[in-house]
Structure formats: structure tokens, C-alpha cells
Nanobody, 123 residues
Framework: QVQLVESGGGLVQAGGSLRLSCAASGRSFSSYTMGWFRQAPGKAREFVAAISWSGGNTVYADSVKGRFTMSRDNGKNTVYLEMNSLKPEDTAVYYC????????????????WGQGTQVTVSS
């Protein structure tokens, strides 16, 4: 069992930056691929980024590539999402997720989810 708690969301102006954190409990954290997803009002949950268990491989959605960076610290059971050059269209609730196997861009591949943190980007 893994429990995930996101933090770091807030209100920021376009062009600004935020750093999201996701703290995990559970002894198997370092064995999981981790992902970030987001969901805007009235829209489906969408893939943002994922990172391998070692942190050696990352994958990003085209919409955030070059602006967002995902990382992890297995010693602290925490994953991060550094978000730069934020745009109003990045406004959403951001969720972290832990996955035991499957297609990492699909929400259905993830077994555990946090409660989400709101990110609002004003124009």
C-alpha cells in the first residue's frame, strides 16, 4: 500500500514558476514508476510526466516538454515537478500517482493516487 500527498500548488502569474512535491509512504516507493497527471474543469485527466524507479528515465507530455522537470529522491520518498514558464492553460488540479506496471501515459496503469493540489495560472 502506498499513500501519496501532494503539496506546492498555488496561484501564479503567467511566466512564473512553481514546484510541486509528492510525499509517499510505504516501503515499496523506490520500486514504483511515478507519474504526474492534471485535470482541468470539464476536461479528462491528462498525463503530464513520469519517472522511472531509479530516476534515470523521464517522459513528458508534449505540452510541457522543455518547461516542466520531474525528479525524485528515493531517500526522502518524494517526487517533484518543477514547473517553469507557466501558462494559463496549465491551470488544473495536479495529481501524483504510483504505478506497478503498464503504459505510463495512461491513468489506468496507476494503482495509487494522491488527493491533488490546485495550480492556477493567471494571465
Amino acid at each position: 500500500q502506498v499513500q501519496l500527498v501532494e503539496s506546492g500548488g498555488g496561484l501564479v502569474q503567467a511566466g512564473g514558476s512553481l514546484r510541486l512535491s509528492c510525499a509517499a509512504s510505504g516501503r515499496s516507493f523506490s520500486s514504483y514508476t511515478m507519474g504526474w497527471f492534471r485535470q482541468a474543469p470539464g476536461k479528462a485527466r491528462e498525463f503530464v510526466a513520469a519517472i522511472s524507479w531509479s530516476g534515470g528515465n523521464t517522459v513528458y507530455a508534449d505540452s510541457v516538454k522543455g518547461r516542466f522537470t520531474m525528479s525524485r529522491d528515493n531517500g526522502k520518498n518524494t517526487v517533484y515537478l518543477e514547473m517553469n514558464s507557466l501558462k494559463p492553460e496549465d491551470t488544473a488540479v495536479y495529481y501524483c500517482a504510483a504505478e506497478a506496471g503498464g503504459a505510463i501515459r495512461l491513468a489506468t496503469a496507476y494503482d495509487y493516487w494522491g488527493q491533488g493540489t490546485q495550480v492556477t495560472v493567471s494571465s
